[in-house]
């Protein structure tokens, strides 16, 4: 019979200091079994604000990253593993040792000058396009880039189209019927209200939701209007940095009231490079199309002359609206290379 064997404890080492001082004998490096798990709200200069669950509902803490974690990026949306002063009082700065594994991953290439590939938010499940009916124009082309962005990262995307009090969402909307992408609607009311608010916190309830939209279409409206205390919780950056109000947060996590969800409102953004994605990503999100690419070519692009689809398109594979749909994979496809627009 084989010997129990006993795990290594990591308390058992912390308790016992060498002669030295209190550092472990073992060459093994700290665990961090007592780490407090939190997410991470903001980023800004190399400090992190993160939330963390306690027996009293959330507390917030500022921390910076341990050196053990090496070079790897820490982003809105992760989740952190804390150790220090996590009591979030004034002053203090607690150390993020180890990072959670990553659900989803939104990236873009910040433009076509700068190839890197930043990661912009993890684990959102959801990317919200807002885009105005008019006032400002909506731009089809950036939207398209939106999706693409979306399918890429694993995320579902829903449109938010403002101001139909300025226009009917009609003949916008049937451009993106073929997409069947899910969209709701908002107006500003005769009150001065935002009408359709409702339809938004319930496509969002329960969810992590990344905002995108150019300026001028009404983000920050809504998001001030779905989450009251926004102000205050961009102020705790700054509080926290001690730089003011101007800071290079590109996203910034804000819990939807009733801890019904999350919003990541993404300022900074203003486009996405689409140079990293995989084309196979985007036809995972176009179910009745892709079991016609079984006899594609390997590597295909789905937007060559050998591919598949157009045959199977052509059989009726997908059913009346096919043509349709493959028009519109291919616009998505299309939109990779194209150049960036914002
Ligand atoms: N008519 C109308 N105007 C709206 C609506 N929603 C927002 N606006 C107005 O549109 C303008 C832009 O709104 P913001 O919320 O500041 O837009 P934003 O997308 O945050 O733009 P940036 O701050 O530039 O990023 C403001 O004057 C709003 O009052 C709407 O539903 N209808
Ligand atoms: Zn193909």
């Known amino acids: 019979m084989a010997r129990p064997v006993r795990d290594y404890d990591e308390s058992d080492v912390r308790i016992r200091p060498n002669r030295r001082g209190s550092r472990p004998r073992t060459k093994e490096r700290p665990k961090h079994e007592d780490a407090v798990p939190g997410r991470v709200l903001a980023v800004d200069r190399g400090r992190y604000r993160v939330r963390v669950p306690g027996d009293h509902g959330h507390h917030e803490v500022s921390a910076m990253r341990a050196r053990e974690l090496g070079r790897k990026g820490i982003v809105v949306g992760d989740e952190v593993y804390l150790v220090g002063d996590t009591s979030g009082a004034e002053g203090t700065l607690a150390r993020i040792v180890r990072l959670g594994e990553r659900e989803t991953v939104l990236r873009r290439t910040a433009d076509d000058t700068d190839p890197v590939e930043r990661v912009l938010v993890a684990n959102a499940d959801q990317l919200v396009v807002v885009s105005a009916l008019a006032?400002?124009?909506?731009?089809?082309?950036?939207?398209?880039?939106?999706?693409?962005?979306?399918?890429?990262?694993?995320?579902?995307?829903?449109?938010?189209?403002?101001?139909?009090?300025?226009?009917?969402?009609?003949?916008?909307?049937?451009?993106?019927?073929?997409?069947?992408?899910?969209?709701?609607?908002?107006?500003?009311?005769?009150?001065?209200?935002?009408?359709?608010?409702?339809?938004?916190?319930?496509?969002?309830?329960?969810?992590?939701?990344?905002?995108?939209?150019?300026?001028?279409?009404?983000?920050?409206?809504l998001v001030n209007a779905l989450v009251p205390e926004a102000e205050r919780a961009t102020g705790v950056v700054n509080t926290v940095t001690g730089r003011g109000r101007h800071t290079s947060t590109s996203a910034v996590a804000l819990p939807l009231p009733g801890e019904d969800g999350w919003v990541v409102d993404t300022p900074g953004v203003r486009s996405f490079g689409l140079a990293h994605v995989d084309p196979t990503r985007i036809v995972h999100h176009f179910p009745d199309l892709e079991p016609g690419t079984a006899e594609c070519p390997r590597g295909c692009t789905h937007d060559e002359e050998e591919c598949a689809l157009d045959a199977w398109v052509a059989g009726g594979g997908a059913g009346p609206a096919g043509p349709s749909r493959l028009e519109s994979l291919r616009r998505l496809l299309r939109t990779r290379t194209a150049a960036s627009e914002d």
């Open 135 to 221: 006032d400002p124009e909506p731009r089809p082309r950036l939207i398209d880039r939106c999706l693409v962005a979306a399918y890429d990262a694993g995320m579902e995307p829903l449109l938010v189209l403002t101001k139909a009090d300025l226009a009917d969402p009609g003949p916008f909307l049937a451009q993106y019927a073929p997409l069947s992408v899910p969209h709701v609607v908002t107006r500003r009311g005769a009150d001065g209200g935002l009408a359709g608010l409702e339809e938004v916190r319930a496509a969002l309830a329960g969810r992590v939701s990344v905002l995108v939209g150019h300026s001028g279409v009404g983000k920050s409206t």
